[in-house]
């Protein structure tokens, strides 16, 4: 049932309509709210990681958003993936509140139709024939447009919001319902009634009666804001209604430091200000009267009323996602308007001094890139006791807030013994390195004259994200040192301390040749998933944590390659003819030694015929003393009559005192169930049986085959790398543990003189001879 309610009473002079239909979850108060929200208002947020404490928020909707391309309709699909977003934020208890544009075009699409409808009948009726002449229709003038399309463009608002027990009320002002007092107070009334009742307010200049716009009328301080456009409506609603945050949607992605489509321009992701000076404005819209100059404007006259703005694309939903959802959770959308400017560089300029620093570090000899990294080295243990100072306040804060498990608190600690260890992997890397960047590693002799070589360069920026690792942040430095990379380092704030302090001291290492950028520490509020979006400026990801990081890490990367793995899903097979000894050593230190390590034992095979012997019992009680809970798979289940807990399921990583034991039937058997549950990390056998082993060894699609040896020396630097990045379960490029040689390409180099491809051709008079010539250990360098 549909009723029509006339504000008019309560608002003189402005033009309310109040639609709803009767069901159950008709009024829903802002004390349902599914988590608090609650703000003083006065002053902007300071950075996007606080607009979702945003309780009232406007949302203006710009022409080219509403509109279709042939401006003579609405984009239906952006509006009800609008209409859903705006419904998703006022259950969660906010107030929302819309401005939007659309009613000339909805009116033009009407009259269109009607005018075109109205001569086909006169020319029916003229003629008396089926034939209809060409029909040409005339320019249609906006007020009347408006005045056909408000009804219509209300109703469509209406059935979306009814999809999600949403109501809405429509409301048309003018720029006098702003500059007098009387109808001011009456609409802000009237807004706030409208919010209390868990109504949706959508809001439109009342184009049916609205003069043009006056040239010379524009922002005149904080208390006047002339209402030409919706941006300054929009604005202005903002700063009357004390809106927490203003979100305008546009057809641009946000504001540039240049016209949009010119071959520098660049995203702006935080406007202060006062920056204004320093850009240059294109064109105005596509349709509409306002220009990004009016966004701009407006939304800094919103700003220092005291509301938070965000202006982003709201024209490609497949493109931007659920922008507004998106933005009210604080992610990197858009342009940010913010009145608070950081000490320091943003992460984009982090990222552009890190790679100009990169390409100069590249550019040193060999020696002069070893000699930073024994000197990082030295660093490590001359600061010890500053490191461990720093790290044990990261330990203290950590265990007073209870927020990580004794695995993670394990990762977190830093030893002076863990110190002396990180120096000697460092020296190690660094008389590795005197051969890796410029490395020839083809030579062909195209023709005569013209010679081909292939050599080894950096990738680029690598962006390394750890967590509660502090010693990963030497380790990633130290490799990114020596084969050239600029790094940008994002680590967990549960080691910020330490973090900060190893920086340092890399910084200080890097600065004995001038280089200090090249590796940068993200220290802002950047969230991880913004930092994967920057295609532009970082050339690979190295995640290092837990696998729901790195998981979420590869679904987070926009263009950007991810060396990594997602899980660590480890499994020793114990063979028939498998040594006592052997195993009991084995299994204790691939389980026990360092059980948070992805390179920890989860599950154990066990050959059936194993069942109910000494070496059985033996496993089971060396598990015992080491305090290992024990998780029965589903066959090793049904031998016994009381079994351990059944486990939940056969692709866990435990990373703790847990592990899956389970039988199998025969070696091809463990490892048919090795590739169906595992990881391709790293997995092992023990067996004293050579040809068993062998096809283990060649059979098994892992990084890491083992033979006899526990899983825990998949690491880069028991692997003689020196220290590792990662270990990448991907195919492409690197595998396994990754050190110095994966943190490179290639290029390929053409000497020639005076060559060109047609002297190949045909009637040519060169041909070619593709012969290798022999790789002299000469770098570029």
Same mark, same amino acid.
């Given at each position: 049932?549909l009723y ?11 033009n309310v309509?109040?639609r709803?239909?009767i069901?159950p ?5 802002v004390s ?8 003083t208002?006065?002053k902007s947020?300071?950075?996007r990681s ?10 203006k ?14 984009a ?7 209409v ?5 934020l006022?259950?969660q208890?906010?107030?929302?509140m819309i401005?939007?544009s659309?009613?000339?075009a909805f009116?033009k ?5 009607e005018?075109?409808l109205?001569q ?5 009726l003229?003629?008396?024939q ?7 229709v005339p320019?249609l003038e ?7 399309g408000q009804?219509?463009l209300?109703?469509?608002y209406?059935?979306?919001f009814?999809?999600?027990s949403?109501c809405t009320?429509q409301i048309?002002?003018t720029?006098l319902?702003?500059?007098?007092d009387?109808k001011?107070r009456?609409?802000?009334s009237?807004?706030?009634e409208l919010l209390?009742m868990?109504?949706v307010p ?10 043009p ?19 300054s409506?929009?604005a202005?609603?903002?700063v009357?209604?004390k809106?927490?945050l203003l979100?305008?949607?546009?057809d641009?992605?946000g504001?540039?430091d240049?016209?949009p489509g010119?071959?520098?321009?660049k995203?702006?992701d935080?406007?202060?200000?006062g ?9 105005k819209?596509?349709?509409g009267?306002?220009?990004m100059?009016a966004?701009?404007k407006?939304?800094l006259w919103?700003?220092q009323?005291g509301?938070?703005v965000?202006i982003?694309?709201?024209?490609h939903?497949k493109?931007t996602?659920h922008v507004?959802?998106?933005i009210?959770?604080g992610k ?17 300029q982090?990222?552009?001094m890190?790679r100009?620093g990169g ?7 060999p020696?002069q890139r070893?000699e ?7 660093l490590l ?5 500053e490191i ?8 203290e804060?950590a265990?007073g ?9 394990k =990762?977190?600690?830093?030893s002076?013994a863990?110190?002396?260890?990180l120096a $000697?992997? @460092?020296?190690?890397?660094?008389? +590795? !390195? %005197?051969?890796s ?8 002799r195209?023709?005569?004259?013209l010679?081909l070589?292939?050599i ?6 690598l ?15 130290a490799?990114?040192?020596a ?5 940008l380092l994002?680590g967990?704030k ?8 190893l ?8 600065s004995?040749h001038?280089?200090k950028d090249?590796?940068?520490l993200?220290?802002? =509020?950047?969230?991880v998933?913004d ?6 400026? $970082?050339? @690979?990801?190295i995640?290092?944590g +837990? !696998? %729901?990081?790195?998981?979420?890490i590869q679904?987070?990367a926009?263009?950007i390659?991810?060396?990594?793995h ?19 050593k084995i299994?204790?230190?691939s389980?026990?030694?360092y059980?948070a390590?992805c390179?920890a034992?989860e599950t ?6 194993l069942l109910?012997t000494?070496l ?8 015992r003393?080491e ?16 079994s ?5 399921s056969?692709r866990?990583?435990y990373g703790?005192?847990?592990?899956c034991?389970?039988v199998?039937?025969s070696?091809?058997d463990?490892i048919?169930?090795i590739h169906?549950?595992g ?12 040809n068993?082993?062998?096809q ?9 085959v ?25 195919r492409?490029?690197?595998?396994g543990p ?5 943190l490179l390409?290639?290029?390929w180099?053409l000497?020639?003189?005076?060559h ?7 009637q ?5 001879l593709?012969?290798?010539m022999?790789i002299t250990?000469r770098?570029s360098n």
């Amino acid at each position: 049932m549909l009723y029509r309610l006339n504000f008019n009473s309560m608002l003189k002079g402005t033009n309310v309509y109040f639609r709803y239909r009767i069901c159950p979850q008709f009024i829903r108060g802002v004390s349902q709210a599914k988590f608090p929200l609650s703000r003083t208002h006065g002053k902007s947020f300071a950075h996007r990681s606080e607009l979702k404490h945003a309780k009232r928020i406007v949302v203006k909707l710009g022409s080219a958003v509403v509109t279709r391309g042939d401006e003579c309709g609405l984009a239906l699909g952006r509006l009800a993936s609008i209409v859903e977003q705006v419904a998703v934020l006022q259950n969660q208890g906010r107030e929302m509140m819309i401005v939007t544009s659309g009613a000339v075009a909805f009116g033009k699409q009407r009259l269109r139709h009607e005018i075109l409808l109205s001569q086909s009948v006169r020319q029916a009726l003229h003629s008396g024939q089926n034939q209809l002449k060409e029909m040409s229709v005339p320019v249609l003038e906006a007020r009347a447009c408006a005045a056909a399309g408000q009804s219509g463009l209300m109703a469509l608002y209406e059935a979306m919001f009814t999809q999600y027990s949403t109501c809405t009320a429509q409301i048309l002002v003018t720029n006098l319902d702003f500059h007098d007092d009387q109808k001011r107070r009456n609409l802000n009334s009237t807004l706030h009634e409208l919010l209390r009742m868990n109504i949706v307010p959508i809001i439109n200049t009342n184009d049916a009666v609205v003069p043009p716009p006056e040239p010379n009328s524009d922002l005149q301080g904080v208390n006047v804001i002339s209402i030409k456009d919706n941006d300054s409506l929009a604005a202005r609603l903002a700063v009357e209604m004390k809106a927490d945050l203003l979100i305008a949607l546009s057809d641009v992605e946000g504001l540039y430091d240049s016209p949009p489509g010119s071959d520098d321009a660049k995203l702006i992701d935080i406007f202060y200000p006062g920056d204004q000076q320093s850009i240059t404005f294109g064109t105005k819209s596509r349709v509409g009267i306002g220009g990004m100059e009016a966004k701009v404007k407006a939304a800094l006259w919103a700003l220092q009323g005291g509301t938070s703005v965000v202006i982003a694309n709201g024209t490609h939903p497949k493109v931007t996602g659920h922008v507004i959802t998106d933005i009210v959770e604080g992610k990197k959308v858009g342009t940010f308007f913010s009145e608070v400017k950081p000490a320091g560089p943003t992460v984009e300029q982090q990222a552009e001094m890190a790679r100009s620093g990169g390409r100069t570090l590249a550019s040193l000899l060999p020696e002069q890139r070893a000699e930073i990294i024994c000197h990082l080295a030295d660093l490590l243990t001359d600061q010890k006791e500053e490191i461990l100072s720093a790290n044990k306040t990261d330990l203290e804060i950590a265990v007073g807030g209870g927020r990580l498990s004794p695995p993670l608190l394990k =990762r977190l600690s830093l030893s002076s013994a863990k110190l002396n260890s990180l120096a $000697i992997g @460092l020296r190690q890397i660094a008389a +590795s !390195s %005197q051969d890796s960047v410029g490395r020839v590693i083809r030579r062909t002799r195209i023709a005569n004259n013209l010679e081909l070589e292939q050599i080894t360069v950096p990738i680029g920026v690598l962006l390394v994200i750890f967590e509660s690792r502090p010693d990963c942040l030497p380790q990633v430095s130290a490799l990114a040192i020596a084969s050239g990379n600029a790094l940008l380092l994002k680590g967990g704030k549960e080691a910020s301390n330490t973090n900060n302090i190893l920086h340092q001291l890399t910084q200080e290492a890097l600065s004995i040749h001038g280089v200090k950028d090249a590796v940068q520490l993200v220290s802002t =509020r950047e969230e991880v998933e913004d930092l994967c979006r920057l295609n532009q400026l $970082i050339d @690979l990801i190295i995640p290092r944590g +837990s !696998s %729901q990081l790195v998981k979420n890490i590869q679904h987070a990367a926009k263009g950007i390659p991810v060396l990594g793995h997602s899980e660590g899903i480890c499994h020793v097979y114990v063979d028939s003819e498998a040594s006592t000894d052997k195993v009991i050593k084995i299994v204790r230190d691939s389980k026990c030694d360092y059980p948070a390590a992805c390179n920890a034992l989860e599950t154990l095979l066990v050959h059936r015929d194993l069942l109910r012997t000494p070496l059985f019992d033996q496993i089971i009680d060396m598990l015992r003393v080491e305090r290992v809970k024990i998780h029965a798979g589903p066959k090793f289940a049904s031998y016994l009559t009381f079994s351990p807990s059944e486990v939940k399921s056969l692709r866990t990583e435990y990373g703790d005192l847990e592990c899956c034991i389970e039988v199998v039937d025969s070696m091809q058997d463990a490892i048919d169930h090795i590739h169906k549950y595992g990881s391709s990390h790293t997995d092992v056998i023990v067996t004293e049986n050579e040809n068993t082993a062998e096809q283990f060894l060649q059979q098994l699609d892992s990084a890491c085959v083992f033979w006899n040896a526990s899983s825990r020396f998949s690491d880069g630097y028991r692997f003689g790398l020196g220290a590792e990045v990662g270990i990448s379960t991907s195919r492409i490029h690197a595998r396994g543990p990754v050190g110095l040689e994966g943190l490179l390409t290639t290029k390929w180099i053409l000497r020639g003189d005076g060559h060109t491809v047609a002297d190949f051709s045909e009637q040519g008079s060169s041909k070619y001879l593709h012969e290798n010539m022999p790789i002299t250990r000469r770098t570029s360098n």
